[in-house]
């Protein structure tokens, strides 16, 4: 039963160009949406992360866009750079928990 | 900023070893978990524990199991290794509100 359902699985993007990672979830609990970042060789990193009263959230380059209706949230990163090739993953939190449901992951190629 | 060290990079055992992972944090967190990362299927909570001798089974706790002797140090065991847990395993425990540290993971390869 996979509850986040993550799109596409892999992801190729010329640098400068806006590359966008969507995830879908059942789980109505969900209170928390994390968002993780592998670089190759590493463990992954929390990039960003967006409760579902907001619809947006930007830090830099990195937006999360939540549409808590469609039960959907996506990545967006903008001018994407070759430094940001590595893999992502989106992932939800039940209230109370402190454990993610992950999708499976996306692997971001950007082009120089 | 916590910091979690798992002891190996790479790892490569034959078939039917017994295998110790190990990982260790510096800032005396209660949960600790194990992670396998496989292409194509993500991540895959194995176990988890939230205090010293407690664990709890993850997602896919077949073959393996776990130590928790003290707080910082969190062992995954594959009692007699198969080849279909060659994998990467990630060590992990949380850090901040509800976020993630994890460590910087152990390939094994079992042949």
């Known amino acids: 039963q996979q509850q986040v359902k993550q799109s596409p699985q892999s992801l190729i993007v010329q640098k400068g160009g806006i590359s966008i990672i969507n995830c879908a979830y059942e789980n109505t609990a969900f209170d928390y949406f994390p968002w993780y970042q592998q670089f190759p060789g590493k463990g992954p990193a929390l990039l960003i992360a967006?409760?579902?009263?907001?619809s947006e959230k930007k830090e830099g380059r990195f937006t999360i866009s939540f549409n808590k209706s469609a039960k959907q949230f996506s990545l967006h990163i903008m001018d994407s750079q070759p430094g940001d090739s590595a893999t992502y993953f989106c992932?939800?939190?039940?209230?109370?928990?402190?454990?993610?449901?992950f999708g499976r992951g996306t692997s971001l190629i950007v082009h120089p | 900023d916590v910091k979690v060290t798992q002891s190996s990079r790479y790892l490569v055992k034959r078939t039917g070893e017994k295998v110790f992972l190990e990982c260790v944090q510096d800032m005396d967190h209660e949960n600790m978990f194990w992670y396998r990362q496989d292409p194509g299927l993500g991540l895959r909570l194995i176990y988890f524990?939230?205090?010293?001798?407690?664990?709890e089974k993850g997602d896919i706790p077949e073959g393996y199991s776990v130590s928790r002797e003290k707080k910082e140090r969190f062992s995954l065991i594959l009692e007699s290794a198969s080849t279909n847990q060659t994998s990467m395993y990630l060590c992990a425990t949380i850090s901040g509100t509800r976020g993630y540290t994890f460590g910087s993971g152990t390939r094994l390869t079992v042949v």
């Open positions: 992932a939800g939190i039940s209230g109370g928990s402190y454990i993610p449901t």
């Open positions: 967006i409760r579902p009263d907001v």
């Open positions: 524990s939230y205090d010293v001798k407690m664990k």
